[in-house]
């Protein structure tokens, strides 16, 4: 049973570029969610996918951007890096018929350095 | 807006021994969900225990338990029997039970060092 996958696992980019960042689900699972976790502190919803469309979204700016694909792979894209953009940026997944728990699994994450 | 807060940045214990976890939060829902994950270094986040809000028992995986008190807003985890690779950051998260609201809102974790 395939679990979460993201690539790549480091990534350094300089201030001013775009990045790119990959998931796949959990095998079955149809929702995709995004988190950013800077250094010593806790995740930070950045938004949840479902049927291809954004359907919640936190306290984060445009330059944020995402899509989901038929297959429910996801990626998020980061445009005009800045340099507190450096973080762990985790993927989790669920399954819409395990609602309401939507119990959701973890990627091992992308680690972005911004310079 | 809903809060978590993990007063412990760090706690230790020796193995085979207990520990508790607190976390508090702050909402003014009645309906929710909450949860324990575990981030071992440089590993990926994985799912401890859950609690419904609406269940007034604790629930119970293996050698972890939950003291959630629902008017304190109170959900500590207990680990019985600490082994060393209990050793991690263990968050405590929060998730409404509102119709599209699927945000996870975390607490800012606590490092559990496990003493051999």
């Known amino acids: 049973d395939a679990g979460v996958t993201q690539s790549p696992t480091h990534l350094i980019k300089t201030r001013g570029q775009q990045v790119t960042l990959r998931c796949s689900p959990k095998?079955?699972?149809?929702?995709v969610s995004w988190y950013q976790q800077a250094l010593g502190q806790g995740p930070q919803f950045i938004f949840q996918?479902?049927?291809?469309?954004?359907?919640q979204r936190g306290n984060f700016p445009d330059r944020f951007s995402g899509h989901q694909f038929p297959n429910y792979s996801s990626e998020l894209n980061v445009n005009a890096l800045l340099l507190g953009d450096s973080a762990l940026y985790l993927c989790?997944?669920?399954?819409?018929?395990?609602?309401?728990?939507?119990?959701?699994?973890f990627g091992p994450g992308t680690r972005l350095t911004v310079t | 807006a809903q809060t978590v807060t993990q007063s412990q940045p760090e706690m230790s214990v020796q193995e085979a021994e207990t520990v508790t976890l607190s976390c508090t939060y702050d909402?003014?829902?009645?309906?929710?969900?909450l949860f324990w994950y575990k981030q071992p270094p440089s590993r990926q986040m994985i799912l401890v225990i859950r609690?419904?809000?609406?269940k007034q028992q604790n629930a119970t995986e293996n050698r972890f338990s939950v003291n959630f008190q629902k008017a304190a807003k109170s959900f500590s985890l207990k680990i019985s029997d600490s082994q060393l690779g209990d050793a991690a950051m263990y968050f405590c998260?929060?998730?409404?039970?509102?119709?599209?609201?699927?945000?996870?809102?975390w607490g800012a974790g606590t490092k559990l060092i496990i003493k051999p």
């Open positions: 989790a997944s669920s399954l819409e018929l395990n609602s309401p728990i939507y119990e959701q699994y």
């Open positions: 095998s079955g699972h149809d929702t």
């Open positions: 996918y479902y049927e291809e469309e954004e359907r």
């Open positions: 909402t003014s829902e009645s309906d929710y969900y």
């Open positions: 609690q419904e809000a609406y």
């Open positions: 998260a929060y998730r409404s039970a509102e119709d599209s609201n699927y945000q996870l809102i």
